[in-house]
Nanobody
Framework: VQLQACGGGVVQAGGSLRLSCVASAPTFNNKAVGWFRQAPGKEREFVATLSGTGGTYYPDSVMGRFTISRDDAKNTVYLQMNSLKPEDTAVYYC????????????????????WGQGTQVTVSS
């Protein structure tokens, strides 16, 4: 299974972007998915997760600004990012669990089985 992330770009502070993550096969159906990001010189950071039953969880840094969703018919997971800040600048990665895990929410990278290649988001001040 391959994940392809896209939708990154350069945007001014306060702007919006929507990232997409497309799977090569029906991968996301009823499975937990997530988004992470990594800025230069920093560790990979959890951004959002969506459980197999539709629950979501976000860290305080993006709560109220970012929204994760998915369209199983299109094998696609989205990350809508609003009110972007310069500190949101990073490479964003999508990830998916390989097996059904119910309503569990996963914030740790090592718990995901599949990863996209990353898409760059740059927010200018």
């Amino acid at each position: 299974v391959q994940l392809q992330a896209c939708g990154g770009g350069v945007v001014q502070a306060g702007g919006s972007l929507r990232l997409s993550c497309v799977a090569s096969a029906p991968t996301f159906n009823n499975k937990a998915v997530g988004w992470f990001r990594q800025a230069p010189g920093k560790e990979r950071e959890f951004v959002a997760t969506l459980s197999g039953t539709g629950g979501t969880y976000y860290p305080d840094s993006v709560m109220g600004r970012f929204t994760i969703s998915r369209d199983d018919a299109k094998n696609t997971v989205y990350l809508q990012m609003n009110s972007l800040k310069p500190e949101d600048t990073a490479v964003y990665y999508c990830a998916a669990r390989g097996r059904y895990s119910g309503s569990n929410l996963y914030t740790r990278a090592h718990l995901y089985d599949y990863w996209g290649q990353g898409t760059q988001v740059t927010v200018s001040s």
